[in-house]
Structure formats: C-alpha cells, structure tokens
C-alpha cells in the first residue's frame, strides 16, 4: 500500500509537471506575440534582405517596445543577416577565417579551414541553436584574380517561414565542383539533406517552394569533350521523402528553367513550373533569341528526365 508521504510526493510532482506545461505553452504563445522591425527589400531574389539605411534591427515585444537590437552594416551584413518573411526569426552568418599555424620546420601551413557560423535568432533577440560549418576555398573561378578564392555558401528561407536551405560547396576547378545541400527547420533539427551534388554557383540558382516542401536548383557539371565547359541540369530534393531528382535542362539550341519559390500566383502544392525554350543560334549561350517556348506546371512525378520531351510530345522541336 502506498504510503501518504509517496503520494504527496507524486502528487507534488505532477502539480510541477502541468505547471511547467502551462508555463510552456504561455511561453510560446507570448513569444509568437513578438516580432521583428526593420525597414526590408523583397526585390532581390523574392528574400527579405534589409535595405542599405538601415543601422540597426529591432525586437518588438506584445506592448511594442523595443527588447533588443542588434547592429547592421549593410556593407559587411548584406545577403549575411536574413529575416524570414514571416518576422518571427532571422538567420546570421558570421565568416571564421582559416586558422594558420607552422610545422615542425617553422613553414607556415594551414591548421584548420575556413568556417561559417549559422545562427537562428528568434523575434525576441535570442540565439536559439546555430551550427558551424566547414567550407573551402575555390580556386579559378572567372571574375577572381590570381591567388584570390571564393568562399562558397549561401541559404535561401521558405516564405512560409519553415524551412531554412543551406548550401556549402567543395574546392575544385570552375564547374567541377560539388556543394552540399542541408535543409533546416526552426528548431535546428536537419530534416533533408543531399551531400555533393553537381556544383551550385550563387544564391539564385536555389529556389524552395513556397510551402517548404521543395528544393530546386539550376547545377552545373563538365560534359566529357568540353574541356571544362559545363552543361545545366535541375536538380530536386524532396524534404519530407528525401527523394532527388536530376533534370537535362540545355543542349544544342535549346535551354530549360524551373521557378518555386518566385512564381505569382502560386501554383498547387507541391507543382513546378519549367519553362523549355529553343532558341535561332548555335547555343543558347551565345546571342542567339528563342523562337518557341512551352512553360506549365508539373508535379515532382511528372517532372521528365529530359525537358527536351516537353517539345517532343507536342511536336514543336
């Protein structure tokens, strides 16, 4: 039988157990009641980067004032600090240089590799998880002169606000290349990820879906006789199954894009609009101009290997 000091002991225990809920879940529904204030751009890549006057980012609580800031230089801050479209969270990534040190015979050599730290800050000012990662150094890509390098990373949020696409890539010569694609939700927890995919070369060849649940991008690789010129494909990844899918989407005169996250009106979930187009000249990266074109929406199922076949059943080629 059980004894009067044990049941007052469990019976003070679940009092403790509930009060903690309801202070949970009071918690969570004051922090839902804050948000972020600063003056944003959605004009660059449908993702609210924050305009150049701004000086300083604000927390709003419930009663409209101001908790926290936190400092921005849009010199150094921009395309680093990224509110979410919904207000509630912002995303910064803080570059950590190489670490130099010498070896035995005093030569200098490089200890560890650069990294990015990439933090999640809620609507109230505060870190909540962030995780560092490890990137290289490219070398050899146009637009660098000799002996400079390229740190390659970038992330792109979904516009509803619940997932959070980072992208890292490894050394290699230009389009040859390969970058890791994590998916993140607010909690920090990684929900998706596909490591060392075809190369990814800057933030707007990344797209999400606007309900979270797709990732497209435009990748590059070497064709076999091209001597390092590259041929596009789409890739994507389908968070909640983990599922990819690799596209052709160029040959000789015709070219292919895809859109997401960047489409209105918005299409059904889970749809892809991509576009086919052929164009007049040799190769759609000379000057030459399309002359035909077949752009409609397309589930992950019905996306073809090839989009040429787009043209193909509808006798346009």
Known sequence: MMSKKNLMIIIVSALCLISLAQAEEKGNKAE???RIEVAVDTSIDGMLLIKPTEKEIKFISPSGKAVKTLPFDYEKDCMKIVVAPTLKYLINVEEI???????SSGELIKVKGPRVRFSYINARGIKRWEKVMDVQ??????????????????????????????????????YDYRSDIIVFDTLGNKVASVDRTYGLEKSSDLQISSDGKIVGAEVWFPTENSKGWALKHLFFLHIETGRTKIVKAQGEKWD???????????????????????????????????????????TFDEIPDDLLVLFLKRGEQ
């Open 32 to 34: 839902a009641d804050y």
């Open 97 to 103: 240089p190489a670490e130099m040190g010498r070896d």
């Open 137 to 174: 150094e490219i070398f050899g890509l146009p637009g660098l002169r000799e002996g400079e390098t390229w740190m390659p990373y970038f992330f792109k949020i979904s516009r509803d606000g619940g997932r959070i696409v980072f992208v890292r890539s490894y050394e290699g010569t230009h």
């Open 256 to 298: 292919a894009g895809f859109g997401l996250s960047n489409i209105t009106p918005l299409p059904p979930s889970e749809k892809v609009a991509v576009g086919v187009f052929l164009y007049d000249g040799p190769s759609p990266r000379s000057c030459s101009k399309p002359i035909k074109q077949v752009y409609k929406y397309l």
